[in-house]
């Protein structure tokens, strides 16, 4: 754990290789990534109306980060000085959060959506 907390765990320019608990551990979370790509894939195909933006943002975040782990277990892997820091997985952690902030960000707007469709319907509905 004092490992985790130190300046030199993270800034290392030449890190070693992760252990084999750790690269698993990552490999199960690209693994996520991948299915949930499929199957946000899956549903955005079938999506209409307000919650396409939310299902095609939660796609493109999955895809997208799967893509970026494999390059990351790439480099790790084939222990690349540089691409292989550590301070590529905090920067990393973070602009996914950052992401999935504005992901979710379309989710609480999807009912004020909703209100503005129906309202648009009602007054097209009056319109020859």
Known sequence: MYNLLSLNFWF???PPALLLVFQQI?????????ATALVFWFIKSRSKGPYLKFWRGL???SFSNAFV???FLFFNYEQV?????RFWFLGWGMLMAVWL?????????????KKRLAAAKEYRKYIP
């Open 81 to 85: 000085p540089f691409l292989s820091a």
């Open 12 to 14: 290392n320019l030449r």
């Open 26 to 34: 990552f490999i199960g979370l690209v693994i996520f990534l991948i």
């Open 69 to 71: 782990g494999v390059v």
């Open 59 to 61: 796609y493109y975040f």
């Open 101 to 113: 902030a504005f992901i979710f960000k379309l989710l609480v707007g999807i009912p004020a959506e």
